[in-house]
């Protein structure tokens, strides 16, 4: 595996394995890699000749009150689960690297943006949908593979690819989770001992609305009320939103057809964790 | 020549292409080709294996109340000037083609957009980029040609290449006259005859603002005040915008010095038409 922190080698070494012909999957991260990253990975590996991964923990996607100092780094244990998975490309720009002091350029998906994570976190995706293009336009992909835990990021980068016409396929992955249903995420390790114990309430609440909508139930309101319910029981959760909405277009319905994602963020403690689950239904 | 419409096509033309180790040229246009494109598509056949010229009236870059439906057309005679000009490949793709009913996403160079034409044309350089950030996507150029006429898109342009990392190099070509000095433009059609006679007072003012800089002149207001004299004994020429700035950034300037650009935005009946001068002085 080849460690490279500047864009031009990347490139130089990318243009070298697409000129044999080989495919390039990538997976973009943050780093602090858990498995769900690694089930980004070895998907990347069975659909793609050549791996590279990224880790570049994006200042403009954080809000200035978040928790861009705080969030997990770890890059010698990062390098060494991305040796262990046959990733051929490891990616570490500096910030510098990716961002020159002047940097005036940033790239918007609008109306998707704007519910959900979107309104608790201004600016969040315009910064995801930015960096995103210009990994992109470094690593020149063939497929690029996202998490489903992040639901909404990957329904705006699935936009973003089809209304910038990048040449690449945007591949979700489903979320993977700990045996008490917890999603994986680098923020959980913000929890304390009993917020841990706490979070996969989470997770217990979109069980609870699976079962409700096979048993029959279509009123999103119905749902919502008993998902809330079961969450109210953990009072160190504080749920943030709770949203039943059209994935083609993340509008909030109130009879459930079609395409449905049930989605919710809520603070543990100092983290801010989110979860959901699609649902396709014929009614 | 291959005339093309639709993306997928293009791409394959393309991808065979540049399998084979060419370099691609690319040429983009609202069409209604004058010698300024011809010199465009001339450097890019000098410094590019093959060249693709596309013809897209953007509806994104132009306001509600300007000249999107009035903008002149002839596909015709365009594809026999490129035939002619041995351009390889020419883009035309439908408003469909270009943009979805749900298209949402939009590409913006901020600062540099806010001045000049910018501030005159609110929304206008984020069509451009975003059309443009999609035509590279498309056609994946190693070099494109913009004119320097459009002194402030060229420079935005080249900005969004930076930014946003594409992998292709953005080449500046000067503007083409007529023997009066008028710089050619596809909005010339809309002067009637005596709007035509006094228009090339934009390239005068720009040729006296040269001689005065030549002369030692370093006060922006003073060669600014030169150039309104002689703009103003054209009745039939509204002043826009008159500025010098610097190149790097389009700030405004009290002194001239380093790299200045000297630009103009002026009505002359139906039509806006912009002009400029790029000086290097090392005072």
């Avoid at 495919?23 to 990347?44: I, K, Q």
């Avoid at 996969?200 to 119905?222: C, H, Q, T, W, Y």
């Avoid at 919710?264 to 801010?272: D, P, Q, S």
């Amino acid at each position: 595996m080849k460690i490279v922190t500047k864009i031009a080698e990347l490139r130089k070494f990318l243009e070298a394995e697409r000129s044999t012909g080989k495919s390039v999957g990538f997976v973009p991260t943050m780093g602090y890699l858990h498995d769900g990253h690694v089930a980004l990975v070895r998907e990347a590996s069975k659909q793609c000749d050549v791996v590279v991964v990224s880790i570049f923990v994006n200042p403009t996607q954080f809000g200035p009150h978040e928790d861009f100092q705080a969030y997990p780094r770890n890059l010698q244990r990062d390098a060494k689960v991305c040796e262990r998975e046959g990733v051929d490309y490891l990616f570490v720009p500096s910030e510098e690297e990716m961002y020159s002091s002047d940097f005036l350029t940033f790239v918007e998906v609008q109306e998707l943006t704007g519910g959900l994570c979107g309104a608790s976190r201004p600016g969040h995706f315009k910064g995801v949908t930015t960096v995103v293009a210009k990994l992109f336009n470094i690593v020149r992909p063939h497929k690029a593979f996202f998490g489903e835990k992040d639901a909404q990021q990957l329904l705006v980068v699935k936009k973003l690819v089809r209304d910038l016409n990048f040449d690449l396929e945007v591949v979700g992955v489903p979320a993977v989770r700990e045996k008490d249903g917890l999603a994986m995420s680098s923020r959980n390790k913000y929890l304390d001992p009993k917020e841990r114990k706490a979070a996969p309430v989470l997770f217990r609440s979109l069980s609870l609305a699976n079962e409700k909508i096979a048993e029959g139930e279509r009123e999103a309101d119905k749902v919502k009320q008993a998902m809330k319910e079961l969450l109210e029981t953990e009072p160190l959760v504080t749920l943030e939103y709770l949203s039943i909405c059209r994935t083609e277009d993340l509008k909030e319905i109130d009879k459930l057809s079609g395409d449905v994602l049930v989605a919710l963020a809520a603070r543990v403690g100092k983290a801010r964790l989110i979860d959901n689950l699609f649902i396709s239904l014929n009614n």
